[in-house]
């Protein structure tokens, strides 16, 4: 199998890692902070995407009381090329959207999929309502729109493992 990967983070990437089955992605902290804010990896196993977030901040190390905040969405239907027209359209690369913490997407069988990581569910939010739906409207018109976001699990992170 073979995924290709591309990150937008808020800090830097210190490492990547690859292999056939995983990704992993040592994330620096954004200007406001310092030291590791996480360590991130993606595994899939059996048509699953898995993510594993290690940090040993705290939701206060990140100015709030919001817990972490997991997306993870897989295309059936929009290719890579669709993906890569609204990345563009957004403008994340050079720009991030505040309160992103991690985003990884990939190409399997020609479609994409992606996996967000936010400080909170509300940053998120803001995100795809401020940022991201104009994005799909302007880089993909109205059909896009009315056919609906790709299948999409999120989930509030409630254990974190701290090295």
């Known amino acids: 199998m073979s995924v290709a990967?591309?990150?937008?983070?808020?800090?830097?990437?210190?490492?990547?890692?690859?292999?056939?089955?995983?990704?992993?992605?040592?994330?620096?902290?954004?200007?406001r902070h310092s030291g590791t804010l996480a360590h991130a990896r993606f595994v899939e196993r059996r048509g699953w995407l898995h993510v594993k977030l290690e940090t040993n901040r705290t939701d206060s190390d990140l100015g709030g009381t919001a817990m972490t905040w997991v997306v993870i969405q897989k295309a059936q239907e929009a290719s890579w090329e669709d993906y890569e027209r609204v990345s563009k359209a957004v403008g994340a690369d050079e720009n991030p959207p505040d309160g992103l913490i991690a985003h990884a997407a990939g190409e399997e069988n020609g479609k994409w999929r992606s996996v967000d990581i936010w400080e909170s569910e509300a940053a998120f939010v803001r995100f795809r309502d401020e940022r991201l739906l104009p994005a799909v409207r302007e880089a993909m018109g109205e059909d896009a729109m009315a056919a609906g976001p790709p299948p999409q699990e999120s989930f509030e992170v409630k254990h974190l493992i701290k090295p």
């Open 5 to 31: 990967v591309r990150a937008s983070l808020v800090g830097r990437v210190r490492t990547i890692r690859t292999n056939n089955e995983s990704v992993s992605l040592d994330i620096r902290t954004p200007r």
